[in-house]
């Protein structure tokens, strides 16, 4: 345990260093565990707010796990545990001029296969697996931000993984 | 267990050359790959940080952090207070004021050690606050006073001031009519520009408006205490009203002249002696009419 120079967040220069540091890492929670329907950016932004009007509450090194259990109770409030499919951009095929010809032949259906499937991993296992792959965060880094040991980081991506493949054959 | 333990490094981006070689040996190498660039497609969407950083930097100008947040509590139990005195201050202030109806009497005690007898359809009013400087009362009817040592006693009538030097006395002010009869000490009484010092046994007395010389009177204390009223050479009007105050009747007088002098007392527990008490020294009839009219006659 540091000792903290100051105690509270009550300074702006102080909250814009904590919004940057995190407010991107929060969204992309927010996003790959709800879905886009409860506009993660809104919430983002509520307990950013939250935070400020508690400012004197909260110490600089609470502050990341005070806004993540924040946004999550306000998603949670909103979200009645909905089925969340993400949704995936179109190809575009010059993007992958460089890439293998496998990657190329990826069609629709297979993209819709994974849609289904990702759609039915835990919420637990969705963000940790997203943030893994999409966001290129390492194991030790999600396990950070979510508060929970690498170890079970890691088993819940590779749980994820697995079940990723389970599905697609079945599809 | 080897193939397991390449994937999870290679989830991690851990693999060194010779294990992402190996890894590339494993016979699912190509949908894994396919597998995680298609999920790449999911991606969030663009976060612009510095966007939403000043959009939250806006609002939380408007919400203008109170960094002493302890004064907001503070406020309100200032405020509370602050209110729970005023009204507080307001209520003690205020005049207290108390009125006897027709046919009612009472008796109080003032703040210090006086005490005020009210007679019937009489009105006091005074104010508790700052009665140890000033004790002023205003009086509208006829009150007996027994006041105790102190600064001034002021008794306000609308038509003259009484003031006390230490004393009994009975002030009656009543429709063209002020009497002042002091009983004990010395009372000091100011009317338009007549300012008299009563001695025990003094009176002073204004009839529409007059000064009418009254002989000394005897007893220790005004008769209406002792439950009578007595008159001395007084208007029969008069007595008629003070009748009607007593008994809460309406005395209809009829071919009677209301300016002939009565002198005599009229009980105020027995109604029919009363009425005997003041209409037979006149010879005048009375004639119950209903329960509150009387209705005086002479043949």
Avoid at chain 2, 165 to 184: A, I, M, P, S, W
Avoid at chain 2, 246 to 275: C, M, R, W
């Amino acid at each position: 345990m540091t000792k903290n120079i100051s105690d509270n967040i009550c300074n702006e220069n102080l909250f814009s260093s904590v919004f940057t540091k995190y407010s991107k890492s929060l969204h992309d929670f927010l996003y790959y565990k709800f879905g886009e329907a409860f506009n993660p950016k809104d919430k983002v932004q509520e307990a950013f707010i939250k935070l400020w009007e508690n400012c004197h509450k909260v110490s600089p090194g609470k502050a990341k796990s005070y806004l993540f259990t924040v946004a999550n109770n306000l998603m949670l409030n909103e979200a009645a545990h909905q089925k969340v499919v993400l949704k995936f951009q179109k190809e575009k095929p010059k993007h992958y001029t460089n890439e293998t010809p496998e990657f190329i032949l990826e069609g629709n259906e297979y993209m819709q296969k994974l849609q289904s499937a990702i759609a039915n991993l835990t919420e637990a296992q969705r963000t940790a697996f997203l943030l893994n792959r999409i966001e290129g965060k390492k194991h030790r880094e999600i396990a950070e931000l979510l508060n929970i040991s690498t170890k079970a980081v890691e088993k819940r991506i590779y749980g994820a993984l697995k079940k990723l493949r389970e599905d697609i054959k079945e599809l | 267990m080897i193939r397991e333990e390449l994937i999870k490094k290679w989830l991690d981006n851990e693999l060194n050359p010779q294990e992402f070689e190996a890894f590339k040996q494993l016979e699912d190498y190509e949908e894994l790959v396919r597998l995680s660039h298609g999920v790449k497609q999911f991606k969030a969407p663009e976060y612009n940080t510095s966007g939403e950083l000043n959009i939250a930097l806006q609002r939380i100008k408007t919400i203008k952090s109170r960094p002493n947040n302890w004064l907001n509590p503070v406020l309100r139990i200032a405020a509370i207070l602050a209110l729970s005195f005023s009204v507080y201050y307001y209520t003690t202030t205020l005049d207290t004021n108390i009125t006897t109806l027709v046919a009612q009497k009472t008796t109080l005690e003032l703040p210090d050690d006086s005490f005020v007898s009210l007679n019937a359809e009489s009105t006091l009013i005074y104010n508790k606050k700052d009665w140890k400087n000033k004790r002023d009362i205003s009086l509208n009817g006829e009150a007996y006073f027994k006041v105790a040592k102190g600064a001034t006693f002021n008794v306000n009538t609308p038509i003259g001031t009484v003031t006390v030097l230490g004393t009994q006395f009975n002030v009656k002010q009543r429709q063209n009519y002020f009497e002042v009869v002091c009983y004990e000490g010395s009372v000091r009484v100011t009317q338009k520009s007549n300012i008299v010092t009563l001695k025990p046994g003094e009176s002073f007395l204004i009839l529409n408006g007059k000064r009418i010389a009254k002989e000394k009177e005897t007893a220790l204390n005004p008769s209406w205490i002792n439950n009578e009223s007595s008159f001395k050479s007084m208007p029969f009007a008069h007595v008629i009203n003070e009748f009607e105050r007593q008994y809460n009747v309406n005395l209809d007088p009829q071919n009677i002249d209301l300016n002939q002098l009565f002198t005599g007392n009229f009980s105020h527990e027995d109604k029919e002696l009363a009425l005997k008490s003041i209409t037979l020294p006149l010879n005048i009839n009375y004639r119950l009419l209903n329960d509150t009219t009387i209705v005086l006659s002479r043949d």
